[in-house]
C-alpha cells in the first residue's frame, strides 16, 4: 500500500513539475515575443508603409501633372503697360482639381498596398545582432488604411537681377493605421513635393513676396 500510494504521489509531483515548466516555457516565449519579436515587427512594417505610402503619393503626382504647364494653368500674372508684375492671381478652380485628383489617384494606389506582407529574416526576428539578416524569412502580412491631406504652399527665391523663381509645393500627409497580427500602430507620412516652378522677370510685389497671402489663396477649399 504505502509503495501504491508512494508511486501516487511520485506521478503527481512529475505532472506537477511538468506542468510548472510547461508555464514558465510559455510564459519565456511570450516574453520574448513581446520584447524582441514584436518591436522589430513593428518597426520593419512601419518602414515598409512609410517607403511604400511615400512611392504612392509621389506616383500619384507624377501621373497627374504628366509633364504639362502646371504653373500656367494654376498661377495668372498681371501686368501693367510696363511690364511690371501688378498681381499674381490664383485660379482656384484648377488648384482645387489639382488637388483633387492627387488625393483621387494616390488613394488609389495606397489601396493596392493596403493588403501587404513584411518579410522579416528569423536571424533578425531573434533580435542578436550578428544574425540580423541570416536565416530564412517569415512573412507577417498587415493592413494600412490610410487617410490623405493636402495643402499648397509657396515661395520665392532671387533668380539674379531683376528676376524671381517662384516655386508651388504640394505638402501631402497621408494618415495610416498599420493593422498587425498582434499590434496597430498610428503613422503619418508628409510628402513635400514640387509640382512647378516659374521664373519671373520684373519687381514683385512685396504682398507676394511674403508668400503666405498666396498660400491661402490656394488653400482656401478645404481638402
Do not use: W
Not at 114 to 136: A, C, D, E, M, R
Not at 173 to 194: C, F, G, M
Amino acid at each position: 500500500m504505502k509503495i501504491k500510494r508512494y508511486k501516487k504521489i511520485k506521478t503527481k509531483y512529475k505532472v506537477f513539475i511538468f506542468f510548472c515548466a510547461f508555464v514558465i516555457f510559455i510564459t519565456l516565449i511570450l516574453l520574448f515575443f513581446t520584447n524582441c519579436v514584436k518591436p522589430i515587427m513593428v518597426k520593419s512594417s512601419e518602414a515598409q508603409a512609410r517607403s511604400s505610402t511615400s512611392r504612392a503619393v509621389n506616383s500619384a503626382v507624377q501621373t497627374v501633372i504628366n509633364e504639362s504647364n502646371v504653373y500656367d494653368d494654376l498661377i495668372e500674372i498681371t501686368t501693367n503697360q510696363e511690364g511690371k508684375i501688378v498681381f499674381i492671381q490664383v485660379k482656384s478652380l484648377m488648384v482645387n482639381k489639382l488637388a483633387k485628383e492627387v488625393g483621387k489617384v494616390a488613394g488609389q494606389n495606397l489601396d493596392l498596398i493596403k493588403n501587404q506582407g513584411v518579410s522579416i529574416p528569423l536571424g533578425t526576428l531573434s533580435g542578436i545582432g550578428f544574425l540580423v539578416g541570416v536565416g530564412p524569412e517569415i512573412t507577417f502580412h498587415i493592413m494600412a488604411i490610410s487617410t490623405i491631406h493636402s495643402k499648397f504652399s509657396s515661395e520665392f527665391t532671387s533668380a539674379g537681377i531683376n528676376q524671381t523663381n517662384h516655386r508651388i509645393y504640394l505638402n501631402i500627409q497621408t494618415d495610416v493605421e498599420l493593422i498587425l497580427p498582434t499590434a496597430t500602430k498610428s503613422i503619418v507620412v508628409n510628402s513635400h513635393i514640387l509640382i512647378c516652378e516659374a521664373i519671373l522677370v520684373g519687381e514683385i510685389p512685396s504682398t507676394y513676396l511674403n508668400s503666405d497671402s498666396l498660400d491661402e489663396m490656394m488653400n482656401l477649399i478645404p481638402d
